[in-house]
Each structure stands twice: as C-alpha cells, then as structure tokens.
C-alpha cells in the first residue's frame, strides 16, 4: 500500500485503488449518532401504527411529532425509523 499523510480523509473510492491487489475491501455501513437511534426508536415505541416503510410518509409523521427544526436531523429520524421498521418486521 502506498504512503500517505496521516489524518487525511479519502473518499470509498479511492481505498479500493489504494488496497494492496488481492485485498479484500468491503463497504462500510452508515454511522448514526445513539441521538438519531434514541429519538427513532421512542417514536416508533410510541406509535407504532404511525410509521411505514415508506420513506416519505415518514418524513411527514416525524415533522408532525417532533419539534425538530434541522431538516437534515429530519431526514437521518425518518431514514432510521424507515430502517428499524424494516428490520423489525424480517
């Protein structure tokens, strides 16, 4: 593998063209703040018959239960509770 500056961020892409040839680099998964998880699963707790699969729907239900202003911080909720849903019916 080639040298490189310490405490550089480079991007997915480039790690594969930097792996030595033969090794193995997987995807990472996404990261969410224990904050996004905590909310998500306390709304999907508390109403359950509230939330779908449905990306979009549940951007609305969040926006009309919660208080968060961050359309971003918005977005991450609906995008766990859209996950945790998913994984909690399988």
């Known amino acids: 593998m080639r040298a ?3 405490n550089v961020y480079l991007p997915p892409s480039l790690w594969r063209a930097l792996a030595t040839p033969g090794a193995r680099v997987d ?3 996404n990261i969410r703040s224990t ?5 998500a699963i306390l709304l999907v707790e508390r ?3 509230e939330f779908t699969d449905d ?3 549940n951007k609305k239900k ?3 239960l919660t208080d968060v202003r ?3 911080m918005r977005n991450r909720i ?3 509770v859209t996950r945790y849903r998913k994984h909690k019916e399988a």
């Open 47 to 49: 109403h359950p018959n």
């Open 4 to 6: 490189r500056p310490p």
């Open 70 to 72: 961050s359309i971003m």
């Open 27 to 29: 995807a990472l998964g």
């Open 62 to 64: 969040v926006s009309e």
């Open 78 to 80: 609906a995008g766990y």
């Open 35 to 39: 904050y996004i998880k905590r909310i």
């Open 55 to 57: 990306y979009d729907h």
